[in-house]
């Protein structure tokens, strides 16, 4: 099952602009990551963040993450074409075994 | 180091028949787990590995799925009698203990005809 849900399921917005995804979820977490994909491909790892976090920055990323709420939110500013591809948030509960629980993912199209 | 390796990228095989995939995870990490994907969804968790001991297993893995990691280094899935449900992108990724973040190999796409 998916625990994640993303928010907007699909997004296109111009280069230069900026672009917010939202991430939901159900359980308690002990990290909540983000990941890119493109077409076809393998994920690949973006930015994690702590439970006992509420912000985080990588480079064009930022990250906040709301537990009370059980959400999550990633920012990409001043896009670029290259940005273009499928974003999941991921969380983590902890415990070892049980792996990662994916949302359903954003595809997110940048328009040059 | 390269990063997880898959093989092979791409298969066809016909309902019925076998097939096995391999994982070469990133050679100093400890766990290494395999999802599937589905077209329009996120990866689902099917099967994890903590060095060769396979501590977890999705109720999605059927009885015709099984993994092994028997060195605790790469790691093999193979599908028994394939169906076209079986259909998916498997993908492969591990990570080191303690450590944030899963890092995925490109992925084996099963195609089943």
């Known amino acids: 099952s998916q625990q994640g849900e993303e928010d907007p399921q699909a997004l296109s917005i111009q280069e230069g602009e900026n672009a917010t995804m939202n991430c939901s979820y159900k359980?308690?977490?002990?990290?909540l990551q983000w990941y890119r994909q493109n077409s076809g491909r393998g994920l690949v790892h973006l930015i994690l963040?702590?439970?006992?976090?509420r912000e985080k920055h990588s480079g064009r990323l930022r990250v906040t993450l709301d537990t009370s709420k059980k959400s999550s939110s990633l920012l990409i500013t001043a896009s670029r074409a290259a940005d273009t591809a499928s974003y999941f948030c991921?969380?983590?509960?902890?415990?070892?075994?049980?792996?990662?629980?994916f949302g359903k993912g954003t595809h997110l199209i940048i328009q040059p | 180091d390269t990063g997880v390796s898959q093989d092979p990228r791409h298969k066809i095989t016909k309902r019925g028949q076998n097939v096995t995939f391999r994982c070469d995870p990133i050679?100093?990490?400890?766990?290494l787990y395999w999802y599937r994907q589905t077209l329009g969804q996120g990866p689902e968790f099917l099967t994890y590995?903590?060095?060769?001991?396979?501590?977890?297993k999705s109720r999605l893995l059927s009885d015709r799925f099984s993994a092994e990691r028997p060195k605790g280094s790469f790691s093999t899935l193979e599908i028994q009698r394939t169906e076209q449900g079986d259909s998916a992108m498997y993908l492969c990724a591990s990570s080191l203990e303690g450590k944030g973040g899963a890092f995925f190999g490109q992925g084996t796409r099963l195609t089943v005809v």
């Open positions: 991921a969380t983590y509960s902890g415990g070892g075994a049980d792996g990662l629980t």
């Open positions: 590995f903590q060095n060769e001991a396979q501590l977890e």
């Open positions: 050679s100093e990490h400890n766990r």
């Open positions: 359980t308690s977490i002990n990290n």
């Open positions: 963040i702590r439970s006992n976090e």
